[in-house]
T-cell receptor, first 116, second 113 residues
Framework: NAGVTQTPKFRILKIGQSMTLQCTQD?????MYWYRQDPGMGLKLIYY???????DKGEVPNGYNVSRSTTEDFPLRLELAAPSQTSVYFC???????????????FGPGTRLTVL | AQSVTQPDIHITVSEGASLELRCNYS??????LFWYVQSPGQGLQLLLK??????LVQGIKGFEAEFKRSQSSFNLRKPSVHWSDAAEYFC???????????FGKGTRLHILP
């Protein structure tokens, strides 16, 4: 049981390049999330998904796209990289049942992205 | 607006000393409350959570937190810190199970030998 895995761990992009950050979870969680973490700013939600085929914007979605074709995978796409997207990106997942208590999120190890 | 405040950006304590990290939230109702820890270069790991019931919650690694409704606080404590506790700590809240989690900006803990 690997939990939440993210690839790559590090990446340097040039302005205008595109890339996809990969995220996979093996816990059969229905909810998945993408956050960015900037120094002193905590975590900001970029996009989230409540199940395969369903995605929605978070607090800071501009410049990003996501898809959720399977329960396990939730890739994050940067189409035209900008220096403002230099950050550490975290993927997370959780299980939410129709009723009952809220369940905590499990986080991947992160991808450190630099845009030059 | 709903918010989570961690008033201390950095805290330094000596190894073996006690620790308290502060967290306040601004919601009308009692939210779900969490503390996460992030070691350098790692993702976030859940330390403990409060949903209801006993207001003193025990977590992993010897941490505990106390929910105080009157103060809208959920402070994290540890009686004796270890050098391995050096990390960044995030308080987080969820107003209800259909809402998004909101994180505080974090408190970085430094341990003196």
């Amino acid at each position: 049981n690997a939990g939440v895995t993210q690839t790559p761990k590090f990446r340097i992009l040039k302005i205008g390049q595109s890339m996809t950050l990969q995220c996979t979870q093996d816990m059969n969680h229905n909810y998945m999330y993408w956050y960015r973490q900037d120094p002193g700013m905590g975590l900001k939600l970029i996009y989230y998904s409540v199940g395969a085929g369903i995605t929605d914007k978070g607090e800071v979605p501009n410049g990003y796209n996501v898809s959720r074709s399977t329960t396990e995978d939730f890739p994050l796409r940067l189409e035209l990289a900008a220096p403002s997207q230099t950050s550490v990106y975290f993927c997370a997942s959780s299980y939410s049942a129709p009723t009952g208590v809220y369940n905590e999120q499990f986080f991947g190890p992160g991808t450190r992205l630099t845009v030059l | 607006a709903q918010s989570v405040t961690q008033p201390d950006i950095h805290i330094t304590v000596s190894e073996g000393a006690s620790l308290e990290l502060r967290c306040n939230y601004s919601y009308g109702a009692t939210p779900y409350l969490f503390w996460y820890v992030q070691s350098p270069g790692q993702g976030l790991q859940l330390l403990l959570k409060y949903f209801s019931g006993d207001t003193l919650v025990q977590g992993i690694k010897g941490f505990e937190a106390e929910f105080k409704r009157s103060q809208s606080s959920f402070n994290l404590r540890k009686p004796s810190v270890h050098w391995s506790d050096a990390a960044e700590y995030f308080c987080a809240v969820v107003l209800n199970r259909d809402d998004k989690i909101i994180f505080g900006k974090g408190t970085r803990l430094h341990i003196l030998p």
